[in-house]
């Protein structure tokens, strides 16, 4: 039992899986298929062409409602948060130095300052919003968790709603003075709903059929105001509280089921966060983007299956063998030592500070 517990639950392993295809499979409606879209494209292509589209914030509210339900309520010391964000920023420094590198070898026109500077700190310049603001989630999370911990149940209502109207609900109407539609603010109810639920249960009748009616009515009205004024009209639908409500009642139907554990998808899911970065990275999207247009497939929801299956291939084949490598040579390396010794420093700073 005792070995059973150390093996993560399933459950919530694959769910991180599926946020990340959600993720990725948006990001291939957005650029793979944008190339089809021209004036008097009929409704059911349209509709094919942007049809992974409503899932990308979905599958980042997602990702942060495991995180959220899982460390919301724990009592997280400054040096462990340091430690998680140093450990995502040397996985993202990997894939974005390693892949400038290659990118110099095969193409040397590729070497510039800002692509160099983007390799180093891949940070810079708005690149991987996402994982900035996860990580500035995760820098802040030990105070958070504090609040979340100590005050009352009425009281963490409150908050969670007055954090989503202010990330959620006011970037939609184009109100951004609480925070852009992708930051820290966005991202920061899924994290606070996350804790909640596991500080306090959350049992809603017919969730999942609330959160299937919610995800219609969001494609509908973001499909409609696009087909009807453009391209840049409709995608206020698919961020903020419509796909937030979708991505709860999502949780919730995974939190009812029975834990289950296995080492395939446990694997899989240590693996699939290095998927987002690699198809995100500035040097990479718009070539795999050209590659998975599938411009000689003429029929759209065609190609929305080959995209599909390519995602999937990528994904848990590809991105697996290629981050697998990279936990060995991190492994050789000894790079957890690195977060150890970094963490080691700044304690003996604080030390002899104080010791002045």
């Known amino acids: 039992i005792s070995i059973l517990r150390k093996i993560r639950d399933s459950r919530f392993e694959l769910l991180r899986i599926i946020a990340i295809l959600m993720i990725i499979l948006s990001h291939f409606s957005l650029f793979g298929q944008q190339y089809r879209l021209h ?43 340091y430690k998680k964000t140093l450990q995502i920023w040397f996985e993202t ?30 940070f810079t310049f708005g690149a991987y919003w996402f994982v900035t603001a996860y990580i500035m989630l995760m820098l802040i999370a030990p105070f958070i968790n504090i609040v979340v911990t100590n005050i009352t149940k009425k009281n963490l209502i409150f908050l969670i709603l007055a954090i989503t109207v202010f990330g959620s609900i006011l970037p939609v109407l184009k109100n951004f003075v609480g925070g852009e539609a992708n930051s820290l603010m966005s991202i920061l109810p899924a ?36 087909f009807i004024k453009g ?44 998927a987002y970065l690699i198809t995100e990275n500035t040097l990479v999207r718009p070539v795999i983007w050209s590659v998975l247009r599938f411009s000689s497939v003429k029929n759209v929801w065609l190609s929305d299956i080959y995209g599909f299956i390519s995602i999937i291939a990528i994904t848990l084949v590809g991105v697996f063998v290629i981050d697998k490598t990279r936990q060995l040579i991190f492994k050789i390396l000894h790079v957890d030592n690195l977060y150890n010794i970094s963490i080691l420093k700044n304690v003996n700073l604080k030390a002899a500070s104080s010791g002045k």
């Open 191 to 226: 994290y606070l709903i996350g804790a909640f639920i596991h500080k306090y249960g959350v049992r809603v009748h017919y969730s999942g059929r609330i959160g299937f009616l919610v995800f219609l009515f969001m494609c509908a009205l973001g499909f409609g105001v696009t």
């Open 39 to 81: 004036t008097g494209i009929s409704a059911i292509d349209f509709f094919g062409i942007r049809l992974f589209q409503p899932f990308g914030a979905l599958g980042v509210y997602l990702f942060v409602l495991i995180t959220g339900y899982f460390i919301g309520t724990k009592s997280i010391s400054k040096t462990k948060a």
């Open 93 to 122: 420094l990997f894939y974005t130095f390693t892949i400038f590198v290659i990118f110099v070898v095969i193409k040397p026109d590729a070497f510039n300052l800002k692509n160099l500077v983007m390799a180093i700190f891949p």
């Open 231 to 274: 391209v840049e009209h409709g995608k206020g639908a698919y961020i903020g509280i419509l796909p937030l409500i979708v991505a709860v009642s999502i949780f919730l139907a995974v939190v009812k089921m029975t834990e289950f554990r296995s080492q395939i998808i446990n694997q899989l899911a240590s693996t699939v966060f290095a």
